[in-house]
């Protein structure tokens, strides 16, 4: 009997997936206090609960890739995902951009971050690099820091060496559409106007949900929930959630679960040169 390529018969896996925890982007682009005051994110007291009241609702668990110098500030949060079987993944250590540092301090982040993250009681297996790009050392320091897989931009889910790639693409990403600061991205895309309606973005995702059950691939998808800052915004995030709480075609699971999958059935997915 040929084997299941997704668990319990899916055919195709799903990780919801989050970025951005608190203040790291705004520090690094000089738009909050250095010296503070830190642990009062609107986003945390105003978006946060609302995504994860929608989560558990679904019984949707997903990944959170959260700057590890949030991880103290937003202890209680951390511990609240932790506890509702969201996976913790690395997004750098104040959200920097791995191209914008020197191969010396891409490798004190890699530190500090799995140190701080230890110190919490975590062990990292997945890391989503700000802005999705990566150097030529990131995959040696993840061989040495013992990562399973990194979440970059990139086209599709593959077995890499002894790193799994689980990729994001800008369309499936909600900044692309809601962000004003993304503009000129969308431009490269052909996308024109400072916003996209929240309604496109979730056609989009419906779009791309049945494709990947069409295909049997993993598809990533991406809110930050500090965006999430209206009803229609809520509801769209709400719409896609049920679809995969709900749809059993559909193994919805954080990164780390998928990707422990793909690396215990290598029969279904073999590795891929770079």
């Known amino acids: 009997m040929a084997t299941e390529r997704w668990p319990n018969g899916a055919k195709a896996a799903v990780s919801f997936t989050m970025d951005n925890l608190g203040e790291p982007l705004e520090i690094q682009l000089g738009l909050w206090p250095a010296e503070g005051p830190f642990g009062t994110h609107p986003s945390?007291?105003?978006?946060?609960?609302?995504?994860?009241?929608?989560l558990s609702k679904y019984n949707v668990k997903g990944t959170y890739f959260a700057e590890a110098w949030s991880l103290n500030i937003y202890a209680n949060q951390v511990k609240q995902m932790i506890r509702q079987g969201h996976e913790i993944g690395w997004h750098a250590y104040q959200h920097e951009i791995c191209d914008k540092l020197s191969p010396e301090g891409e490798a004190e982040n890699f530190q500090k971050s799995v140190d701080a993250a230890a110190a919490f009681g975590i062990k990292y297996s997945g890391f989503r690099p700000p802005g999705g790009t990566t150097t030529e050392d990131t995959f040696k320091l993840?061989?040495?820091h013992g990562f399973r897989y990194v979440s970059p931009l990139a086209d599709k889910t593959a077995k890499k060496s002894s790193i799994v790639v689980a990729p994001f693409q800008w369309r499936n990403v909600d900044a692309f559409y809601y962000a004003p600061e993304f503009t000129a991205l969308r431009q490269s895309y052909g996308e024109e106007g400072p916003v996209i309606d929240p309604k496109v973005f979730r056609d989009h995702l419906r779009t791309k949900i049945s494709e990947a059950v069409r295909?049997?691939?993993?598809?990533?998808?991406?809110f930050h929930p500090f965006l999430q800052t209206s009803g229609e915004k809520l509801e769209v995030l709400r719409e896609i959630v049920e679809r995969l709480g709900t749809d059993p075609d559909i193994w919805?699971?954080?990164?780390?679960?998928?990707v422990g999958w793909m690396q215990s059935h290598p029969e279904s997915f073999p590795e891929v040169s770079s």
């Open 44 to 54: 945390i007291k105003d978006c946060l609960p609302h995504v994860l009241e929608t």
């Open 142 to 144: 993840l061989n040495k």
């Open 215 to 222: 295909a049997g691939e993993h598809l990533v998808i991406l």
């Open 252 to 258: 919805c699971a954080p990164c780390g679960e998928v």
